[in-house]
T-cell receptor, first 111, second 115 residues
């Protein structure tokens, strides 16, 4: 069955450092991979989308890589700030638009 | 812009009661979705609607029904609530198709407790 794996344990990063989150998947060939941010009591908010033929995508302090051979995506936040503390969800998308989500990784940026 | 609006925000039901969760979007999106989110389980798709007039089952449709009332509105109905349906429910919408760069837009959720 299709499976998405994100670190289930919380990630603690010192302010100013780069936070790196991992998303691995099996039994899936996504056309697109997306990353979302979710704050407590709120719905997920879309951050970035990367296509299967793209290796890397950047948006301000965010960088996403997508390796379809390793079946892995890495999500980087550079110059991290306490305001970046949240749960980050990886999502895989087929060409028919349906998305399946990972369970998310909680990120804590320590001041 | 309001984006995706869900009502109610909180609800407590007794086992066996019925209710409808409402969702409306003002972005002229074609596709709409209902997810539930449970601790340790992540977001799971209940039903979706690729366009007005169509609905399809997702991963966990049992115990639910949906109606795509028009392009803006997509409701989720629990006919006979069970404690296993205690969850946070999210509605989402998207442009649909393979060219979107904007992902899904989610509502703020409905926190449902069935006692």
């Amino acid at each position: 069955s299709q499976k998405i794996e994100q670190n289930s344990e919380a990630l603690n990063i010192q302010e100013g450092k780069t936070a790196t989150l991992t998303c691995n998947y099996t039994n899936y060939s996504p056309a697109y991979l997306q990353w979302y941010r979710q704050d407590p009591g709120r719905g997920p908010v879309f951050l970035l989308l990367i296509r299967e033929n793209e290796k890397e995508k950047r948006k301000e302090r965010l960088k996403v890589t997508f390796d379809t051979t390793l079946k892995q995506s890495l999500f980087h936040i550079t110059a991290s700030q306490p305001a970046d503390s949240a749960t980050y969800l990886c999502a895989l998308q087929n060409r028919d638009d349906k998305i399946i989500f990972g369970k998310g990784t909680r990120l804590h940026i320590l001041p | 812009n309001a984006g995706v609006t869900q009502t109610p925000k909180f609800q407590v039901l007794k086992t066996g009661q019925s209710m409808t969760l409402q969702c409306a979007q003002d972005m002229n999106h074609n596709s709409m979705y209902w997810y539930r989110q449970d601790p340790g389980m992540g977001l799971r798709l209940i039903y979706y609607s690729a366009s007005e007039g169509t609905t399809d089952k997702g991963e966990v449709p049992n115990g639910y029904n949906v109606s795509r009332l028009n392009k803006r509105e997509f409701s989720l109905r629990l006919e006979s609530a069970a404690p296993s349906q205690t969850s946070v429910y999210f509605c989402a919408s998207s442009d649909g198709g393979a060219v979107t760069n904007y992902g899904y837009t989610f509502g703020s959720g409905t926190r449902l407790t069935v006692v």
